[in-house]
């Protein structure tokens, strides 16, 4: 019995040897991994990309998303470490910086309070001015309106009130038609001129509406092949590209209609999406309004005004819907008979 004891003390000692006592000199620890910029950049565009059509995070560097918002997102989709490497890739990308909840082109940074505050924000009473002529309801820029109604900020996980969208592009849309979106968006990240921008933009809204494309969500008009929610999601995609390419400029650029009919595109698809119970647009109204207005400031003269005004005035502002109405009227192309449209909206609105 002795010996047993003898020999089960020994084995005690030798698990305290093996145990995390405080006793003896410390083992040293692992050597960090230190955060690897170009690793960082490399997974970014691998795993990032497909839904930020920066590609090179120049959207995360402008808003100033911080280190853990930055590597809570991304460990959904690679290692913490290589994470914390996205995060001092990010660090190095050029950018002005703004204000992660900074609302894009929404004039005077924030939204009125209603209705009568837009009536006397733009004309200082809450009546149309009787003094104001064609050139001069003409002369006033949507861009600087004050609204009641919010525009987007770039992202937002709580709602889908924002620019980012929630999934990449769907391979129905890069490889349709011979991939000639995934092709156009390639040559536009490779040289990002006004022309690229606009052979991509072209190319991903024949993909998104096209008959020919099995795959297309955006037939608006067919209720059989219609998918509402991807179509949302594939036309902000096309709404950031356009939205980038202006902030990296620092303007407009003269971009034309075309481009800017991507975010009056998004707006049309929540409010179409308002009459498929099965698969709603979260917040179809204010996406509606946000969207179409945006694309409507841009190019008063595009579009029937039924479609922006008709928002405003679903959210009681009508005084808005209003203002929309007549000053796409002095907008529109000669010989056009929009005008009388545009005046019968304005009295329907009033």
């Not at 769907?170 to 979106?181: E, K, R, V």
């Not at 647009?281 to 969207?291: C, L, R, S």
Request: glycine residues 8%; contains cysteine.
């Amino acid at each position: 019995m002795r010996q047993v004891a003898v020999a089960s003390i020994a084995a005690l000692a030798v698990l305290a040897g093996c145990s995390d006592s405080m006793s003896g000199p410390p083992r040293p620890e692992a050597p960090a991994v230190r955060p690897d910029p170009a690793l960082g950049q490399i997974a970014f565009e691998q795993s990032c990309s497909p839904c930020h059509a920066s590609r090179d995070g120049f959207d995360l560097a402008m808003f100033g998303f911080t280190d853990t918002t930055i590597i809570r997102r991304a460990v959904k989709h690679v290692d913490t470490a290589t994470a914390r490497s996205i995060v001092a890739y990010i660090r190095t990308v050029q950018a002005p910086g703004e204000p992660e909840k900074l609302r894009l082109f929404q004039a005077g940074g924030a939204p009125l309070s209603g209705d009568l505050e837009f009536a006397q924000a733009l004309f200082g009473r809450d009546a149309w001015p009787t003094d104001l002529t064609t050139a001069g309801l003409l002369a006033i820029d949507p861009r600087t309106v004050r609204i009641a109604a919010k525009l987007p900020i770039w992202s937002d996980e709580a709602t889908n009130l924002d620019w980012m969208p929630d999934d990449p592009l769907p391979p129905a849309i890069l490889d349709f038609n011979g991939g000639l979106a995934a092709g156009a968006i390639a040559g536009y990240r490779a040289v990002p001129t006004r022309d690229n921008l606009l052979r991509a933009v072209n190319a991903l809204r024949a993909a998104d509406r096209s008959t020919a494309n099995a795959g297309a969500p955006c037939l608006l008009e067919d209720s059989t092949r219609v998918d509402y929610g991807r179509c949302f999601q594939v036309r902000r995609w096309t709404s950031t590209l356009v939205a980038l390419h202006i902030l990296r400029n620092g303007g407009d650029e003269g971009l034309g209609g075309e481009v800017h009919d991507v975010w009056w595109d998004v707006g049309n698809a929540a409010r179409r999406s308002r009459a498929d119970p099965t698969v709603p647009v979260a917040n179809p109204v204010d996406n509606w309004v946000a969207w179409m207005f945006l694309g409507w400031s841009f190019d008063p003269s595009q579009h029937a005004s039924v479609y922006t005004g008709g928002g405003f005035r679903q959210l009681g502002l009508v005084r808005h819907a209003t203002f929309i109405a007549l000053r796409s009227q002095v907008a529109r192309p000669r010989n056009s008979v929009s005008p009388y449209d545009d005046l019968v909206n304005a009295v329907r609105f009033g």
